[in-house]
Structures are given as structure tokens and as C-alpha cells.
């Protein structure tokens, strides 16, 4: 694959995950339980740690933060997604690449946002100096897994058409 | 989907749902302190009882949350945070021993026992 491809094939996942975390933001997840979220832009990193490999996936989620949290100017809101979206782009890579378990995408996008949760909670324990909000987390990361299985399948499905795309050009 | 991913997935979700059932089996006492806190200072302490409105303020002086304390229910009425989810969380009552959360803004709601409070002096 030639570099301009991989160039622009990164442009065009930045903008997809741009527009996923938009377009998140209108749907009222938050009505379940406070703080529940899809998590589709997930799915951009996932996909791209398969295509392209784990340094591309881990750009691509930086600028896909850096621009969001520019878009949204909440400085506190800002570290809470930049911590939990590169922890979870690591770990993923790294699950990925060490994978005993055998996990297929859908288990390492489970993973992810499992991760994601953490990071933010341990953020928030830190921030709030308050241990006992811990219980919320079990809430949050039942619902972190339930969508992750959702991200999951669908960047499975994203995963094998970029293969095909990309083999027949 | 592997082996692996539903061992994974399920064993996920039922040791959390383990730990979410035990945090319902523990808040059985009654909680009737009322406590505010904003980047982890206690900034407001009084009961469930009196009915009030304690008003958090950021550095510059402006109002960023309301907390409304009525009919022995505390509920966070303002926020200036993007997504209201401290708003949403809903009202606790004294048979609760949940937080009310605003994270963008640092400030935490939250009940405790006036037992508990007399541990936490004597330590």
C-alpha cells in the first residue's frame, strides 16, 4: 500500500470518528443510566488497528480527541477523554498483538471499553477525592461491555470490507 | 464471535453485576447528612431535614451548580455542564447512599449517616 493511501485512508477514518462522537452526543444513552455512552468512535481505532496496524490506529484516535475536545471546550471533559481514549487504543493494540486468549475483534473492542470505563473512573475517583462513587463504576462498565459487544460487531463487519476494498484495489 | 470473546464478555458481566448487587445489599442504614463537595473539599455538611439550596461557585465567583435539599430528598437543580448528567441522576432520598456526580465542574453530592459522621471525628 502506498503512503498517500495510508495517508488518506487515516483522513477519512479521522473525520468518520469525528462525526461519530457528534453524532453520540445526540443520542440520550445518558436516560439509561448517567454517563452511559455508545462509544461508537471505538469502532475507528478497532477497524484501523486491523487495516493499517497499531501506530496509525493510535494517530488517528489522537487527533480524533485533540479535535473533539476542541469542538467541545470543556477543559475537565477534555482529560477525561484523552486519558480513557489512549489507554484504550494501547491496550487494545497491545491485546492485539500478544493475543494468547485467541480474542477476535468484537472480545479486544469489549476490552477497549472496558479500559476506556476504567481510565475515566480512576480519573474521577482522583478528581472528586472520593473513593466511594466506586459502585457507580460496576453500573457503568455492565453497560461499557454491552456496548463494546455492539462497536465490536459492527467494526468486525468494518474490518472485513475495508479487506476486501482494499484487495480488489 | 470466538470462544473466547463470550467467555470473556460473560465473565465481565457477572462480576460486575456480583459487585452492583452487593452495593444494593449495603445501603440499608439511613443516611440523613447532606454533604457537598467541590476538587474534593467538603464545601457544604447539614441534614436532610432543613430544607435549603446550597449554590457551588467556580473560582471566579459564578454559580456552576444549584444543589436543592426538599422533603428529605437532595437533588442537584443547575449545572453548567455540558451533558446535565448530574441533573438526570435524580433525587436521593435518606434510604440511599449514592452520589450525585457533576465531573466536569469537580462537585460531588452525596448522603452520609450521622453515625458515620461521628466515626469520622473520632478517628
Not at chain 1, 502506498?2 to 462525526?19: E, L, P, Q
Not at chain 1, 462498565?141 to 454491552?146: D, E, G, K, N, P
Not at chain 2, 465481565?12 to 474534593?40: E, H, P, R, W, Y
Request: aromatic share 8%; net charge neutral.
Amino acid at each position: 500500500m502506498t503512503d498517500t493511501r495510508k495517508i488518506t485512508i487515516c483522513s477519512v477514518f479521522t473525520a468518520v470518528a469525528i462525526i461519530l462522537s457528534v453524532v453520540e452526543s445526540y443520542i440520550p444513552t445518558g436516560s439509561i443510566a448517567p454517563g452511559v455512552k455508545l462509544g461508537l468512535a471505538n469502532i475507528v481505532p478497532l477497524t484501523l488497528l486491523y487495516v493499517l496496524g497499531p501506530s496509525y490506529a493510535i494517530t488517528v484516535q489522537l487527533v480524533r480527541i485533540l479535535i473533539t475536545g476542541l469542538l467541545r471546550g470543556n477543559f475537565t471533559m477534555f482529560v477525561f477523554s484523552f486519558l480513557g481514549g489512549m489507554c484504550s487504543v494501547a491496550v487494545m493494540a497491545l491485546i492485539k498483538k500478544h493475543n494468547l486468549p485467541g480474542f477476535s475483534a468484537v472480545g479486544i473492542s469489549v476490552i477497549g471499553a472496558a479500559v476506556h470505563n476504567a481510565v475515566q473512573f480512576a480519573v474521577a475517583v482522583v478528581l472528586l477525592n472520593n473513593i466511594n462513587i466506586l459502585w457507580y463504576a460496576a453500573v457503568l462498565t455492565i453497560f461499557a461491555v454491552l456496548s463494546g459487544l455492539l462497536t465490536g460487531i459492527v467494526g468486525k463487519y468494518a474490518i472485513k470490507r475495508m479487506d476486501i476494498y482494499l484487495k480488489r484495489n | 464471535m470466538k470462544k473466547a470473546d463470550i467467555i470473556l464478555i460473560s465473565s465481565l458481566i457477572c462480576v460486575f453485576l456480583c459487585i452492583f448487587a452487593f452495593s444494593l445489599i449495603k445501603s440499608s442504614n439511613d443516611f440523613d447528612i447532606v454533604t457537598v463537595q467541590k476538587d474534593g473539599e467538603v464545601i457544604y455538611e447539614g441534614p436532610l431535614d432543613n430544607d435549603m439550596t446550597v449554590d457551588v461557585y467556580d473560582d471566579e465567583g459564578a454559580v456552576i451548580n444549584t444543589v436543592v435539599i426538599k422533603n428529605r430528598e437532595v437533588y442537584m437543580e443547575y449545572a453548567t455542564c455540558p451533558n446535565k448528567d448530574c441533573i438526570h441522576m435524580g433525587h436521593l432520598d435518606a434510604g440511599s447512599s449514592k452520589q450525585i456526580a457533576c465531573l466536569p465542574n469537580g462537585v460531588l453530592v452525596y448522603l452520609i449517616s450521622s453515625d458515620e459522621e461521628m466515626d469520622g471525628i473520632s478517628k
